[in-house]
């Protein structure tokens, strides 16, 4: 079933504003398989798996031609929370989400689809954040800052790898095949199990709460059709290091990544992103998004930086973001809770995950 609103003003264009379902109606994969600016974050499936995890609901606030084609759009998910506030979101748990845009669309699109968002935050009467940069936004005042980093990518693994500046890269990758590290990929839930398990301990590490064993799951369904993998390195047929990419029209995304600190003397994630960048290539892929960073984390900007990534500030947008709120997804969690993570056995890390990330998102 589709379930199409149309708003009752049209632009200047005849582009007309809707809020369509992404997971029913057909236009909306249309859009995004025909928007160059469109990643895995835009997929039904992606959208399907935040719906049922944690209970969002999640439209596409959209501009149509008259034949009702669409032209432009942008996911929002709808979130309630006694903790957090009422709030719309494009898109949780989604680093970069810009809207998707068509290639065809007119000029024009872009700027009436900012109108629709804004139409849209009016009625809901709730703060809007959007992650993604989006000019002309009427009543958008700046969010978070973040980095951004992004390695494209050539025909093959050779011109990606000529990227790579760093001697310390090319040295940690020959240092991993000389320990006999081995890097498989994988997109079954045992890999994802084994995912998980490294996932606790890296989280416990960080002091950041871990997301549910259900959600990581739930990115089986994912990978079946196509949308991702993980990454699993291997040494003595023991997992110490592993991630998560996620993969649609030209872009692989690393999600999440996690590691045994006792072998990072290994450099198995060194081994483990060149695999990465090597299977992407085989796959006709255009970049890999090596996704967000905390300004104040340089050791993880200046790792993704040394893979030869294109460095940019990333910054999301907000209307009417009347009041702060800390990022669950490991920026911003207060001091005295990390704290308690890291003192506390790895089941605490993932009650607290279970119990609050769907406040956040």
């Known amino acids: 079933m589709t ?13 007309r504003h809707e809020r369509v379902d992404p997971l029913a109606d057909e236009r909306w994969l249309a859009l995004v398989r025909e928007s160059a600016g469109a990643g895995p974050f835009h997929h039904p499936l992606w959208l399907e798996l935040l719906r049922d995890q944690y209970g969002f609901g999640i439209d596409a606030v959209c501009v149509a031609h008259p034949d009702g084609t669409l032209a432009a759009g942008l996911p929002v998910a709808r979130i309630r929370s006694r903790l957090t506030g009422a709030r719309l979101v494009a898109l949780p748990f989604s680093d970069l989400c810009p809207p998707a845009v068509s290639d065809a669309a007119p000029r024009e699109a872009l700027g009436e689809l900012a109108d629709a968002l804004a139409d849209e935050q ?11 940069p989006l000019p002309g936004l009427p009543g958008g005042q700046p969010g978070p800052c973040f980095l951004h980093h992004v390695l494209p990518l050539g025909p093959d693994a050779a011109t990606a790898q ?41 989280r416990r590490h960080q002091g950041v709460p871990t997301q549910p064993k259900r959600f990581i799951h739930g990115f089986e369904r994912l990978f079946r059709e196509g949308l991702g993998w993980v990454a699993l390195a291997r040494w003595r047929r023991t997992t110490i290091a592993a991630a998560v990419f996620l993969s649609f029209n030209g872009t692989v995304v690393y999600k999440y990544g996690a590691s ?33 960073t905390d300004p104040g984390n340089e050791g993880l900007a200046a790792f993704k930086r040394a893979w030869g990534s294109d460095e ?25 809770v990390r704290t308690f993570i890291e003192h506390s056995p790895p089941a605490v890390g993932r009650m607290i995950g279970a119990a609050l990330y769907r406040h956040f998102g």
Do not use: M, W
């Open 3 to 15: 379930l199409a609103i149309a708003y009752p003003r049209e632009g200047a264009v005849g582009l």
């Open 122 to 132: 009016r009625r809901a009467g709730v703060p809007l954040e959007i992650r993604a």
């Open 162 to 202: 000529g990227r790579f500046p760093k001697s310390q890269i090319r040295r940690g990758i020959a240092k991993a095949r000389r320990e006999g590290v081995e890097v498989v990929r994988a997109v079954d839930r045992a890999a994802l199990d084994e995912f998980f398990r490294l996932h606790v301990r890296t």
């Open 260 to 292: 045994d600190r006792r072998h990072l003397d290994k450099r198995p994630n060194n081994l483990l992103f060149a695999e990465a960048i090597r299977r992407a290539c085989a796959e006709h892929a255009e970049r890999l998004d090596f996704g967000r």
């Open 312 to 336: 940019r500030e990333l910054s999301y947008v907000r209307i009417a973001a009347d009041r702060a709120r800390h990022e669950a997804e490991g920026v911003g969690v207060p001091a005295p």
